[in-house]
T-cell receptor, first 110, second 113 residues
Framework: RKEVEQDPGPFNVPEGATVAFNCTYS??????FFWYRQDCRKEPKLLMS???SGNEDGRFTAQLNRASQYISLLIRDSKLSDSATYLC???????????FGAGTTVTVRA | DAMVIQNPRYQVTQFGKPVTLSCSQT?????MYWYQQKSSQAPKLLFH???????NEADTPDNFQSRRPNTSFCFLDIRSPGLGDAAMYLC????????????FGPGTRLTVT
């Protein structure tokens, strides 16, 4: 089983819609969680850190469910510019290394 | 702007011809990482430096080596590139151990002919 797994999608949504997707992790000792955004042929860029039960940043909301070992990302009022691949990353408490998922692709259409 | 810089952005090399990719950072971060990312796959950690301490991942082939001559620079050497080494190579930094947020450079896309 992979350490971090994501539904690859693609999630095709119209502008203004809400889209949400999950990321599951296998190591119950994981303590820090992140969402990165990666545009086609570009580098991952940190979107949000998820340290406790979850957090919100504008139209983006991240949730952590430790019991079921997954984190989620919800995008409200989708914009065309939200089209990207969203990578989930998980770090263990005793190790500053990140394990990445392969990403979920979101395409927002006009 | 403080940032992570990678050169070159695109590199073409021949099968078996050594190649060096470079990364520099103005963030003054202690930790530097090298990842390999193939299309539609997760970034795969090759190795990282905490300051001058080198840490190799167990499954990183011997064909891949790294040097960090100072805090700002880190190099990835591929001694004998194979066709399977064609990928995006990403350099990342993080401020300190225990602070896992990583910041990536723009990557070097390596083509092996």
């Amino acid at each position: 089983r992979k350490e971090v797994e994501q539904d690859p999608g693609p999630f095709n949504v119209p502008e203004g819609a809400t889209v949400a997707f999950n990321c599951t992790y296998s190591n119950s000792a994981s303590q820090s969680f992140f969402w990165y955004r990666q545009d086609c042929r570009k580098e991952p860029k940190l979107l949000m850190s998820v340290y406790s039960s979850g957090n919100e940043d504008g139209r983006f909301t991240a949730q952590l469910n430790r019991a079921s070992q997954y984190i989620s990302l919800l995008i409200r009022d989708s914009k065309l510019s939200d089209s990207a691949t969203y990578l989930c990353a998980v770090a263990r408490s005793n190790d500053y290394k990140l394990s990445f998922g392969a990403g979920t692709t979101v395409t927002v259409r006009a | 702007d403080a940032m992570v810089i990678q050169n070159p952005r695109y590199q073409v090399t021949q099968f078996g011809k050594p190649v060096t990719l470079s990364c520099s950072q103005t963030l003054n971060h202690n930790v530097m990482y090298w990842y390999q990312q193939k299309s539609s796959q997760a970034p795969k950690l090759l190795f990282h430096y905490y300051d001058k301490d080198f840490n190799n991942e167990a499954d990183t082939p011997d064909n891949f080596q790294s040097r960090r001559p100072n805090t700002s620079f880190c190099f990835l050497d591929i001694r004998s590139p194979g066709l399977g080494d064609a990928a995006m190579y990403l350099c990342a930094t993080s401020r300190e151990t225990g602070v896992p947020e990583q910041y990536f450079g723009p990557g070097t896309r390596l083509t092996v002919t």
